[in-house]
């Protein structure tokens, strides 16, 4: 693949042809900040807080649409590139709550982030801020309008990886707002709540709703396991605080699913703590379900299945196992079919 050869901060860096800036200065180590831009998604080119200087060029650039070419002198952090982004979050900030104290997100807001690191406060502009009203219409999802920068990500997030396009921009300049058609409440959408635009929300304008208020962010101990609701296999971490699994987030580097998951696996793993679980086997006695211990269960089961083979032969016995198990359970199951009560008996509910 030909290469181009850049000097970013006076650092050499070689990178494929149609390379980003942005991706060619984080590759020679710079910190270069991104709001809208995501490498999963088209790049608009929206918010500019990733501005660059190039030599030669009349303006600042904006990396993450800009094509390294061979020879550019790019610098990341001068004067000028400074005092651009402290302006972006400025503006931003001055129409944005001030309840950092109070957001779920702090702590993992890149608002938060970048306001911190350039020293920048709300109040250098003034002016008018929006006050929406908080959207929790859907069973999921809690939509605060304003902590949202229109970095466009959920939106292209929607169409682009769910093939939905269930919101977008929608009115002019100020007022400029994401929603769905007809600025409809999200419940009264096509929304399926696969809950792809609250994975990539880079502020507290989307959040799970089951987690609001749960923990603070760095409380939360994250766990990545498998998705136990079909035989896909997704990833993701469980967010777990005082032993209590609160929720899951995805993770964008899961191999099998990235951050795209199903509704169930996002917003459903709040059976792990449902009280009308089983946790104890029953056995029905005159009738009714009662409590029994592993032992005497299992005793059961296998003084049944072998009165049945008994009395009218291996074949007489079928199983039918889940895609909620493991492979390894799957394995044992059907082994224990055929090597143990001798039948080929076995399905699952996958193949249907
Ligand atoms: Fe480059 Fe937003 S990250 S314009």
């Known amino acids: 693949m030909p290469t181009v050869t850049l000097t970013v901060d006076g650092k050499q860096v070689s990178v494929p042809k149609g390379t980003t800036v942005l991706e060619a200065a984080w590759k020679a180590g710079a910190f270069v900040p991104t709001l809208c831009h995501d490498p999963e998604l088209t790049k608009p080119g929206a918010c500019r807080i990733c501005v660059v200087e190039v030599k030669g060029a009349r303006n600042l650039v904006a990396?993450?649409?800009?094509?390294?070419?061979?020879?550019?002198?790019?610098?990341?952090?001068?004067?000028?590139?400074?005092?651009?982004?402290?302006?972006?979050?400025?503006?931003?900030?001055?129409?944005?709550?001030?309840?950092?104290?109070t957001c779920h997100q702090a702590g993992d807001c890149k608002l938060q982030d970048y306001a911190y690191f350039y020293n920048v406060k709300p109040g250098a502009f003034g002016?008018?801020?929006?006050?929406y009203d908080l959207e929790d219409d859907n069973l999921f999802i809690v939509r605060?309008?304003?902590?949202?920068?229109?970095?466009?990500?959920?939106?292209?997030?929607?169409?682009?990886k769910q093939g939905r396009a269930v919101i977008d921009f929608a009115y002019r300049g100020f007022k400029t707002k994401v929603?769905?058609?007809?600025?409809?409440?999200?419940?009264?959408?096509?929304?399926?709540?696969?809950?792809?635009?609250?994975?990539?929300c880079p502020t507290g304008a989307l959040t799970e709703k089951a987690m609001l208020g749960k923990a603070r962010k760095w409380e939360i101990e994250k766990v990545r396991t498998t998705c136990p609701f079909c035989g896909v296999g997704c990833n993701f971490d469980l967010n777990v605080h005082q032993g209590k699994v609160l929720g899951v987030t995805s993770n964008a580097a899961s191999p099998t699913n990235g951050r795209d998951m199903c509704v169930k696996g996002r917003f459903g793993v709040d059976y792990v703590h449902n009280p009308n679980r089983l946790t104890t086997p029953l056995i029905k006695?005159?009738?009714?379900?009662?409590?029994?211990?592993?032992?005497?269960?299992l005793d059961l089961v296998a003084s049944k299945l072998g009165e049945i083979k008994g009395k009218y032969g291996s074949d007489s016995i079928a199983a039918?196992?889940?895609?909620?198990?493991?492979?390894?359970?799957?394995?044992?199951?059907?082994?224990?079919?055929?090597?143990?009560?001798?039948?080929n008996n076995v399905d699952h509910c996958a193949r249907t």
């Open 320 to 343: 039918l196992s889940s895609a909620r198990c493991t492979n390894e359970d799957n394995f044992v199951m059907q082994k224990f079919m055929r090597a143990g009560i001798g039948t």
């Open 127 to 131: 002016g008018e801020a929006h006050k």
């Open 179 to 200: 929603t769905t058609a007809m600025d409809k409440p999200l419940a009264d959408s096509v929304c399926v709540s696969c809950g792809s635009c609250v994975a990539i």
């Open 144 to 160: 605060n309008m304003n902590k949202c920068i229109l970095c466009g990500k959920c939106l292209r997030a929607c169409e682009e």
């Open 285 to 297: 006695k005159n009738g009714q379900f009662v409590e029994s211990s592993w032992e005497e269960a």
């Open 63 to 101: 990396s993450c649409v800009t094509d390294a070419v061979e020879g550019m002198v790019v610098e990341t952090a001068t004067p000028a590139v400074v005092e651009a982004r402290k302006t972006i979050l400025e503006l931003l900030l001055d129409n944005h709550p001030e309840d950092c104290l």
